[in-house]
């Protein structure tokens, strides 16, 4: 939020500096995120206080040589006026008329001055220098508010109050400065300037001056013309409407207009623009209706009916029934009429009731909503505004009338309107106040600084809170939570005010006491115990071990959402997008974010999408959990689901960068990703204990590059039937079981084209992370052999259907520990060696640990290794 300082001195004292404000308000939980200073020293542009004055234009001339430009005689101190050259539309009107009755207030800058360029790009600094225009010398200039940095604006020259001082520096009349505030969502209070004086107040102990707006009403009395029914009394517990007449539609004046493009907001009208001002100010949204437009005058309060529809004033015609056709969870709550709906409640109004340049009746209404339902309804219609922030936050209950009040008063004075008498306010619910009884000790227990009752009091009375300092007798129950309050009899009996809505617990006190007394007045303290020695996690280590490996390999880490959608699970695998899969969220933020995934393939995709639009490669893994809802889960779902942590690898892009010394490469492919797969793998020690083995049959994946990831586990009673085989053959081995703990390959055309990624090779992975960390072998350290290696290579000639990784496996069943490395380096299919087979070409590296290997040892690894290839697979040695 953003919040002049003039605006904010007018509701409190403030005597110290902008700098030292900004960090009361920060320290005191109202972070400033910047000071803007508009016209005064230490801002962009400052304004010269001898260049750039409040002028009187006496009298508007024609040019004598040019129909576009006319010349001004300005009065701005000095004894003679001065001719000004200008060409603003805003001052023909005034053409010819002689001396004005009533000068118009400008802004002069003389020759010399420093002022932003009106007519270029952005905002260009430019030093005011005197020439002649058609004749006539122009060396000074009254200013738009875009030349002086107010605002873009650059249609006409700025205008200023009648009762701006001739002659004053500008920067002393008008000059600003802007705090710039994050408002949290607990600090709701501050979203406006009567809010922000409070903290103020409370933070520098500054006197508040907290007005009590009154309007005159003239005009006959409201009750009877005007009617008011809330059907949804837990939905809007407060409704107040008033009337009035004979108002004229025209531009709010400039000191209004300049205040809301201070804070952000752009002028419209009077009308429009007095509502938002008092919602700045007071924090409590208000809307105008066309009176006429309203059916008998009869505002009401209800939700949405099935089948109605509504247009809203951005022009959009809004189905207002629940469905995936409005995106809405439930019925909305509405403002209508006893005709249908005029305006969705709290967020937007409708385009059939708005105030235009012809309304002359206005029926303003201000009411309290309920919180969820508001922010429910504009995250479906996805129609953020500043009335919705403030709603869905909470509102003051008490608040109404005083903004009624204050914008009723200023659509007199500045529309000529005449209010009805009176302001009906419907209120089935009003505000309950919490009460609360904070002893001392509890200050001390949880904040950790000593502080008595009456001092506790005067710090809560300073942020508007109710205080009374009470004895602990009699209270009950109160010691069970105030452990350790010892003898002390006194306590603080605090009644929480409306505007608090935050506060209703004791802790909630202790922190405003903590935030007012001030955070860097507490204490440090150090723990009396030594530190804990952490325990272990293994499991946590090696989940951070596969970062930093898959990190090693070039790839960058991501966070995608948890919550996905059915139409993205449709993309990457329509037959799964079943919504009875899928635990779904009672209170989801978005319709895209509606569903907790089972697979992190869809929104991995969807961050590769977005980032290919940027640039060209993008490399990238998460780990995380997928969410699968437990098959006996209760009728209500009461059961908690399985909530298994997943790796998701997405890869697409060329090769290599782009570069002048080197030909635009190959795209990435299956083998890349399989590469990192495999360094994974083995940095796990897991090497030799998984195959890949040829996927089929999944929609994901393109047909022949897609490939299942299996690890090898001995069955739970391996050992026993091991032994049981060794004492009856003299022989055993351990029964393997294969299990499937991922997949990886190209994604199919179809799924590339649904995330409008055509042309381009996505490969993919999805692996168990839980089962790849079980199965993760400890490093086992190997010592550097002193021997020499002895390097063999081996043709086989295989059938087609035989995989290599399995000629692999062989080969290193065959060879044991005397096998140092084993690459494949040349595939060959061709009429030499037949029909449905193919020629493997191996390179096999041998060393011992503790010897040189002979000739003939090697031979015999060799030969061992070829009768079993001949055994066990059927392949046969290309000489």
Same mark, same amino acid.
């Not at 107040?240 to 108002?247: C, P």
């Not at 939570?481 to 802790?507: E, M």
């Given at each position: 939020m953003k919040a002049p300082l003039s605006w904010l001195k007018e509701f409190v004292d403030i005597a110290i500096s902008a700098e030292e404000l900004a960090h009361r308000l920060t320290m005191g939980g109202l972070e400033v995120a910047a000071i803007h200073s508009i016209g005064l020293e230490g801002s962009e542009l400052p304004w010269d206080?001898?260049?750039?004055?409040?002028?009187?234009?006496?009298?508007?001339?024609?040019?004598?040589?040019?129909?576009?430009?006319?010349?001004?005689?300005? %009065?701005?101190?000095?004894?003679?006026?001065?001719?000004?050259?200008?060409?603003?539309?805003?001052?023909?009107?005034?053409?010819?008329?002689?001396?004005?009755?009533?000068?118009?207030?400008?802004?002069?800058?003389?020759?010399?001055?420093?002022?932003?360029?009106?007519?270029?790009?952005?905002?260009?600094?430019?030093?005011?220098?005197?020439?002649?225009?058609?004749?006539?010398?122009? =060396?000074?200039?009254?200013?738009?508010?875009?030349?002086?940095?107010?605002?873009?604006?650059?249609?006409?020259?700025?205008?200023?109050?009648? =009762?701006?001082?001739?002659?004053?520096?500008?920067?002393?009349?008008?000059?600003?400065?802007?705090?710039?505030?994050?408002?949290?969502?607990?600090?709701?209070?501050? @979203?406006?300037?009567?809010?922000?004086? $409070?903290?103020?107040?409370?933070?520098?102990?500054?006197?508040?001056?907290?007005?009590?707006?009154?309007?005159?009403?003239?005009?006959?009395?409201?009750?009877?013309?005007?009617?008011?029914?809330?059907?949804?009394?837990?939905?809007?517990?407060?409704?107040?409407?008033?009337?009035?007449?004979?108002?004229?539609?025209?531009?709010?004046?400039?000191?209004?207009?300049?205040?809301?493009?201070?804070i952000g907001m752009r002028p419209v009208n009077n009308i429009v623009d007095i509502s938002n001002y008092v919602m700045m100010e007071w924090g409590e949204p208000t809307h105008a209706f066309d009176a006429d437009k309203v059916r008998d005058q009869h505002l009401i309060a209800r939700v949405a009916r099935p089948g109605e529809r509504l247009t809203t004033l951005d022009g959009k015609e809004r189905d207002l029934t629940p469905g995936p056709e409005s &995106?809405?969870?439930?019925?909305?709550?509405?403002?209508?009429?006893?005709? +249908?709906?005029?305006?969705?409640?709290?967020?937007?109004?409708?385009?059939?009731?708005?105030?235009?340049?012809?309304?002359?009746?206005?029926?303003?209404?201000?009411?309290?909503?309920?919180?969820?339902?508001?922010?429910?309804?504009?995250?479906?219609?996805?129609?953020?505004?500043?009335?919705?922030r403030r709603f869905e936050r909470g509102v003051d209950y008490e608040i109404p009338l005083a903004a009624q009040r204050r914008a009723l008063d200023l659509m007199r004075t500045l529309a000529g309107g005449v209010i009805y008498e009176g302001i009906i306010d419907v209120y089935p619910r009003p505000w309950q106040s919490v009460k609360l009884d904070l002893p001392p000790c509890e200050i001390t227990r949880i904040v950790g600084i000593q502080l008595s009752a009456p001092q506790i009091a005067d710090i809560l009375?300073?942020? &508007?809170?109710?205080?009374?300092?009470? +004895?602990?007798?009699?209270?009950?129950?109160?010691? +069970?939570?105030?452990?350790?309050?010892?003898?002390?009899?006194?306590?603080?009996?605090?009644?929480?005010?409306?505007? $608090?809505?935050?506060?209703?617990?004791?802790?909630?006190?202790?922190?405003?006491?903590?935030?007012?007394?001030?955070?860097?007045?507490?204490?440090?303290?150090q723990m009396t115990d030594e530190i804990p020695v952490a325990d272990a996690h293994p499991d946590l280590v090696l989940e951070q071990r596969t970062r930093d490996i898959l990190v090693g390999c070039g790839l960058n880490e991501v966070i995608t959402p948890s919550l996905t959608s059915m139409e993205a699970v449709a993309l990457t695998q329509p037959s799964k997008a079943v919504a009875a899969r899928y635990l779904k969220l009672s209170n989801p933020i978005s319709p895209e974010r509606e569903y907790l995934?089972?697979?992190?393939?869809?929104?991995?995709?969807?961050?590769?999408?977005?980032?290919?639009?940027?640039?060209?490669?993008?490399?990238?893994?998460?780990?995380g959990r997928v969410y699968l809802p437990q098959p006996d889960a209760g009728a209500h779902g009461?059961?908690?689901? =399985?909530?298994?942590?997943?790796?998701?690898?997405?890869?697409? &892009?060329?090769?290599?960068?782009?570069?002048?010394?080197?030909?635009?490469?190959?795209?990435?492919?299956?083998? %890349?990703?399989?590469?990192?797969?495999?360094?994974? @793998?083995?940095?796990? +020690?897991?090497?030799?204990?998984t195959a890949f083995v040829p996927l089929a049959d999944d929609e994901r994946f393109h047909p022949g590059r897609a490939a299942t990831l299996l690890i090898n586990r001995a069955s739970p009673d391996? %050992?026993?039937?091991?032994?049981?085989?060794?004492?009856?053959?003299?022989?055993?081995?351990?029964?393997?079981?294969?299990?499937?703990?991922?997949?990886?390959?190209?994604?199919?055309?179809?799924?590339?084209?649904?995330? =409008?990624?055509?042309?381009?090779?996505?490969?993919?992975?999805?692996?168990?992370?839980?089962?790849?960390i079980e199965a993760a072998q400890l490093p086992r350290y190997t010592p550097i052999s002193r021997y020499p290696a002895t390097v063999q290579d081996l043709a086989v000639v295989i059938a087609d259907d035989v995989s290599a990784d399995r000629v692999a496996a062989a080969i290193r069943r065959g060879a044991g520990d005397l096998l140092e490395s084993l690459t494949l380096f040349d595939v060959y299919t061709g009429p030499q060696i037949g029909t449905g087979k193919r020629s493997l070409a191996y390179r096999l590296a041998f060393r011992a640990s503790d010897r040189t290997l002979s000739d003939e040892a090697v031979a015999k690894v060799r030969t061992k290794i070829i009768k079993l290839l001949e055994r066990e697979i059927g392949a046969s040695i290309r000489s």
């Open positions: 206080p001898d260049k750039i004055l409040v002028a009187n234009v006496l009298e508007v001339k024609p040019h004598p040589n040019a129909d576009r430009l006319v010349l001004a005689d300005v %009065d701005y101190g000095d004894p003679t006026p001065h001719t000004v050259v200008t060409g603003a539309p805003n001052l023909f009107p005034y053409k010819g008329q002689g001396r004005l009755e009533h000068p118009l207030k400008a802004v002069f800058a003389m020759q010399g001055a420093r002022l932003y360029d009106g007519h270029a790009e952005g905002k260009v600094i430019t030093t005011l220098k005197g020439r002649p225009v058609r004749g006539v010398m122009s =060396d000074a200039m009254l200013c738009s508010e875009k030349e002086l940095g107010i605002s873009d604006e650059h249609e006409g020259i700025i205008f200023l109050e009648d =009762d701006a001082p001739v002659g004053q520096p500008l920067r002393d009349f008008l000059g600003e400065v802007v705090f710039e505030i994050d408002i949290t969502p607990n600090n709701a209070r501050c @979203l406006s300037i009567i809010g922000l004086a $409070r903290e103020i107040a409370a933070l520098t102990g500054a006197p508040l001056h907290l007005p009590d707006p009154q309007a005159q009403m003239d005009g006959p009395p409201v009750q009877g013309q005007v009617t008011v029914t809330i059907e949804n009394p837990e939905l809007c517990p407060r409704f107040t409407a008033a009337l009035v007449e004979d108002i004229t539609i025209g531009p709010s004046p400039h000191w209004m207009q300049r205040r809301l493009r201070h &995106g809405l969870a439930h019925f909305p709550l509405l403002v209508a009429d006893p005709s +249908g709906p005029l305006g969705i409640a709290g967020v937007m109004g409708g385009e059939d009731s708005e105030v235009r340049e012809t309304t002359t009746r206005v029926l303003l209404e201000a009411a309290i909503w309920e919180p969820s339902q508001i922010r429910r309804t504009a995250q479906a219609f996805k129609l953020p505004s500043e009335a919705s009375r300073s942020a &508007g809170f109710v205080c009374e300092i009470r +004895g602990s007798s009699g209270l009950g129950d109160f010691s +069970g939570y105030a452990i350790g309050c010892g003898n002390d009899s006194l306590l603080v009996h605090v009644t929480v005010p409306s505007f $608090r809505q935050d506060v209703t617990l004791l802790a909630d006190l202790c922190e405003e006491v903590a935030r007012l007394h001030g955070y860097e007045y507490i204490p440090a303290t995934r089972r697979s992190m393939l869809p929104t991995l995709l969807e961050a590769l999408a977005a980032n290919l639009r940027e640039r060209d490669q993008a490399l990238m893994f998460e780990t009461e059961w908690l689901p =399985d909530e298994p942590r997943r790796l998701g690898i997405a890869i697409a &892009g060329p090769r290599t960068t782009l570069s002048w010394s080197e030909p635009a490469g190959e795209s990435l492919d299956f083998f %890349d990703l399989k590469g990192i797969v495999e360094t994974l @793998l083995e940095r796990f +020690g897991l090497d030799d204990q391996a %050992d026993a039937r091991a032994e049981r085989a060794k004492r009856e053959s003299g022989k055993g081995r351990a029964e393997i079981l294969s299990e499937p703990v991922g997949v990886l390959g190209e994604i199919h055309p179809l799924v590339g084209e649904r995330f =409008d990624l055509e042309g381009v090779r996505v490969v993919v992975a999805e692996i168990d992370l839980d089962a790849l």
